[in-house]
DNA sequence: CTTGACATACGAAGGCATTCGTAGTATCAT
DNA sequence: ATGATACTACGAATGCCTTCGTATGTCAAG
């Protein structure tokens, strides 16, 4: 139910991976279209990278070739915050949430989301979070 | 009442800045000893790069000098967590701490004072947190 | 068939992070 | 004084990330 093998993305294969994500599998140049500052070969020599690393699939059938993301968001995500976690904060997941809650930008709205999240995770693990706006 | 311009730590400068702000100023030889499969002259290599950086400082009063954080632990973790923030979630604190807590190794205890923070950061903001067991 | 548009493949360059060997220098005990 | 010890400075190698130029292939329209 993970993804084991594959390493952590790097930034601009994160980039890339978010517009997978997000969009669906993809042409080079659907992808393009998504990232800010990158020339074609860039980011088709990304992608070739990122399937060498297992990071996607290609589908072939076409001329233009059509990448999906062969990790999932959300086992991805897990890690990048397992590895922050880790490397800046020892295992302390209360440190980093302090900081991550602790932005001047984080709504009451989004506090009250947390504080459910919470619930959740205390009482109960019978499915996941609520929703996801 | 931050640190404007020093860089964000690479991973190895993080490592070594950890120890500094939980053992405070230290010679090479005191920051190996709590670095795992570091040589000595890899963990001198990488302060003089710090300084030139500005993440530390060091007094050379002594023989061996003595290196000290020039940033601080709080606003570079914030840092760190933003920019993972940017990075992988698009801003999103409800959906970065979602994977925090979701991990096994969280226990209620945590939860707990995790709420507390949701408490203190919502209503008012007179002083921090509560502590830091 | 030729041409133009568009696609992939590949190599290479530049930059940064990390590591470590070597050389030079100071300190101290004998 | 001298040799052993400990420290700093510096250069260089390695590897990864990122970017892009160039070569090559394919397809459709004229």
């Known amino acids: 139910m993970s993804d084991p093998d594959a390493p952590l993305p790097t930034d601009a ?11 669906g599998p993809s042409t080079v140049r659907e992808v393009l279209a998504h990232i800010d500052d990158a020339g074609y070969t860039t980011v088709l020599k990304q992608l070739q990278i990122m399937r060498d690393k297992g990071l996607v699939t290609r589908d072939e059938s076409s001329r233009a070739h059509v990448y999906a993301a062969a990790v999932q968001a959300a086992s991805t995500e897990k890690r990048l915050v397992d590895d922050l976690l880790d490397r800046a904060f020892g295992g302390s997941a209360r440190r980093l949430v302090a900081h991550a809650i602790a932005g001047d930008s984080v709504s009451d709205e989004e506090i009250g989301a947390i504080r459910d999240l919470l619930d959740s995770v205390q009482s109960d693990d019978s499915d996941d979070g609520p929703d996801d706006s």
């Open 13 to 23: 294969e994160l980039s890339i991976l978010r517009v997978l994500w997000r969009e």
